[in-house]
């Protein structure tokens, strides 16, 4: 196991668009989070999921946005109608229920809506 | 409102000298402190944590000590190499919230040979 995976690493879409990125966890991993980073900011969570119930979501994800893990392995992340202020770093980490405080990020998906 | 502060954005450093890099925090429910470092086009990597009932935690080359009464804490790099060139973010969370780790800025840090 390589570790975290996520694809695309780069997004260039146009405003209004729809996006979709993919997350690949740890395979033993059951809690599955995704986080924002916009320039000059720390990564912001956005929610996490225990196996394939997303158990938290934070206000910064807005209607648009739609996470799912269905089948408690992989994850998307889906954002509807982009806008300009969704240009950010698309961070999916995973942990080890339990061990939550380490967990472990992939590179991220780079998102940029022009 | 910005619950996780690293006010330096950047740090240079000898090598071989100390990094010190500082973290305040506002949240009287944090108790679990943490500290990761990114690489350019890399994810974030946990590196070392404190638990709020201590004030020292010591890895290797890494330590972070906490000061609850002044909300503050720092992570301390000795000796420092040049592959320590990285960002630091410190990051904090809460019991019965473990699973949501508030961020700070971030701080740059050059070592330089």
């Known amino acids: 196991d390589t570790g975290v995976s996520q694809d695309p690493r780069h997004k260039i879409t146009k405003r209004g668009q729809n996006v979709t990125f993919r997350c690949d966890p740890i395979?033993?991993?059951?809690?599955l989070y995704w986080y924002r980073q916009t320039l000059g900011q720390g990564p912001e969570f956005l929610t996490y999921?225990?196996?394939?119930?997303?158990?938290?979501k934070s206000r910064l994800l807005s209607d648009r946005f739609s996470a799912e893990r269905p089948k408690g392995s992989f994850s998307t992340l889906e954002i509807q109608r982009t806008e300009q202020g969704d240009s950010a770093m698309y961070l999916c980490?995973?942990?080890?229920?339990?061990?939550?405080?380490?967990?472990?990020f992939g590179q991220g998906t780079r998102l940029t809506v022009v | 409102d910005q619950q996780v502060k690293q006010n330096s954005p950047s740090l240079s450093v000898q090598e071989g000298r100390i990094s010190i890099l500082n973290c305040d925090y506002t949240?009287?429910?944090?108790?679990?402190f943490l500290w990761y470092k990114k690489y350019p086009a890399e994810g974030p990597t946990f590196l070392i944590s404190?638990?709020?009932?201590?004030d020292k935690n010591e890895d290797g080359r890494f330590t972070v000590f906490l000061n609850k009464s002044a909300k503050h804490l720092s992570l301390h790099i000795v000796p420092s190499q040049p592959g320590d060139s990285a960002v630091y973010f410190c990051?904090?969370?809460?019991?019965?919230?473990?699973?949501?780790?508030?961020f700070g800025t971030g701080t740059k840090l050059q070592v330089i040979p």
């Open positions: 949240n009287s429910m944090f108790d679990y």
């Open positions: 990051a904090a969370t809460y019991s019965g919230g473990y699973q949501k780790v508030t």
């Open positions: 999921f225990q196996n394939e119930a997303q158990l938290e």
């Open positions: 404190i638990s709020s009932i201590k």
């Open positions: 395979s033993e991993h059951n809690r």
């Open positions: 980490a995973s942990s080890l229920q339990g061990m939550d405080t380490e967990a472990f």
